[in-house]
């Protein structure tokens, strides 16, 4: 069973930043893909951004040059840096890893942005 725990979600004001971890409990590389998806009240799960195993990258485009997704392959872990923050960024944040026929979730992470 893989274990995905994310960590650095928090309260910050609009148009700061936050950078949040998600440390897997194998390899990163052995998934097709690892990404962010966000939550927030009332809404549907939505995806943020992916990153493949050969490092393709894509984003949603509400957050397109304000997001870096990245990761550190020694460590396991993926990051997401999120910068100029807006209140509609305000979610749970998950991290999300998957394989053709496997896909496993984070417990999540509380990201609040204050106007």
């Known amino acids: 069973q893989v274990q995905l725990v994310e960590s650095g979600g928090g309260l910050v004001q609009a148009g700061g930043s936050l950078r949040l971890s998600c440390a897997a409990s194998?390899?990163?590389?052995?998934?097709?893909?690892m990404g962010w998806y966000r939550q927030a009240p009332g809404k549907q799960r939505e995806l943020v951004t992916t990153i493949t195993s050969g490092g393709n990258t894509n984003y949603v485009d509400s957050v397109k040059g304000r997001f870096t997704i990245s990761r550190d392959n020694a460590k396991n872990t993926v990051y997401l840096q999120m910068n100029s923050l807006k209140p509609e960024d305000t979610a749970v944040y998950y991290c999300n890893a998957r394989n053709l026929l496997d896909n496993y979730w984070g417990q999540g992470t509380q990201v609040t942005v204050s106007s």
């Open positions: 194998r390899n990163i590389l052995s998934f097709n893909a």
